[in-house]
């Protein structure tokens, strides 16, 4: 991350709970752990699966707080502290996800957001099972800890609304949209400071939340509506954790998730504060690596890149090892490149490609990269 090279480039893996209990029995370990994946389906992976994989990064989140959840609309739902309520959809090639079928603000008008009951972020708990944890991992391991509290802003408000209703409204009522997400802001920064407070002193990575804003084809947003209405959110927000982290740890790292096509924003995204991009969808238009590295390679650090939608789900292990040696050969040189796959390892991704990633990725990730 510091623009050198290493003895190796690291390596990272993200997997969905489905995915992770397919890795676990292929491995052939037994770990004493709960799982707790959140409504975004992600397991965090155990220090010994790691070991056994030879990754370096592990998450660090905010514990569960003691927050009322709301009474579902109707049965089979679940509700988060958003007041959205989630149906659990599973896929065609295996595992399951939390899609939001009820928005509550599907229809709201400026008033109805200055009356809606807003999840308190100060609830009691919320960062205390991250500082121990935390200190357990940078005590009793060595990976490198990336934080990860406050969630999404626009995601959040494309849950509350419903995804058609947030375009338009994007589009039409920008004062709405404009509100609406300053609202949100307002309670993930709050969020960002009490897991940064607990945990800031021991991290090396701070993803800043994610917040998706590219489809396989490019931007969803247009250039003008994306400066005008979703950078200045990210900006206040990503200012106030840079402020705290250059008091408390100013070594660590921000990173931002976005999936898609992005790269018309990345110079904008740079500009206000992003050192480590996430997860660098290679088959989205404008994402190919050997371009981005070209372009932006002085100044980022690319974390991902390993094709999931294609080689990783539905390739041999021959294929996992020549895109591995193709990543390491676009963005490792010099620095700045996190080896992963481009998103959440799926569930019909079979683990001995995931094994086989990693695999390559230590052979073939020394430098000087060949």
Known sequence: ?????????????????????????????????????????????????????????????????????????????????????LERIHQRGGGSYLEPVYHPLANATLDDL??????????????????????????????????????????????????????????????????????????????????????????????????????????????????????????????????YLDQVNPSCKMMFHSCGGIRPFIGDLIGIGLQVLDPVQPRATGMDSAGLKREFGDRLTFHGGVDEQHVLPFGSEEDVVAEVKHRLRDFAPGGGYILAPSHYVQADTPPANIVAMCRAARKFGRYPIS
Not at 15 to 42: A, S, T
Not at 119 to 144: M, N, V
């Open 1 to 85: 991350m510091e623009h050198r090279e290493p003895d190796r480039v690291p390596i990272d893996i993200n997997p969905v709970p489905d995915f992770y209990l397919k890795l676990k029995e292929y491995l052939g370990l037994r770990v004493d752990e709960k799982i707790e994946p959140g409504f975004m389906e992600e397991a965090i992976p155990h220090p010994k699966v790691l070991a056994a994989l030879g990754a370096d990064l592990i998450s660090v989140k905010l514990g569960s707080s003691k927050v009322t959840r709301r009474l579902p609309p109707r049965e089979g739902l679940v509700m988060d502290e958003w007041g959205v309520g």
């Open 114 to 243: 200055e009356a809606y009951p807003w999840p308190d972020p100060s609830a009691p708990g919320r960062g205390e099972a991250a500082a121990a944890e935390a200190k357990r991992l940078y005590e009793d391991t060595d990976l490198a800890l990336v934080g990860r509290f406050g969630g999404p802003i626009v995601q959040t408000a494309i849950y509350l609304m419903g995804f058609q209703r947030w375009l338009e409204c994007a589009a039409c009522e920008p004062e709405f949209a404009g509100r609406l997400l300053d609202k949100i802001t307002d309670i993930q920064m709050v969020l960002d400071r009490i897991g940064l407070e607990a945990t800031a002193r021991y991290l090396q990575i701070y993803k800043v939340s994610g917040d998706d804003l590219g489809m396989q084809t490019g931007p969803l947003y247009s250039p003008a509506m994306f400066r005008e209405l979703i950078l200045p959110r990210l900006r206040r927000r990503w200012r106030a954790a840079r402020e």
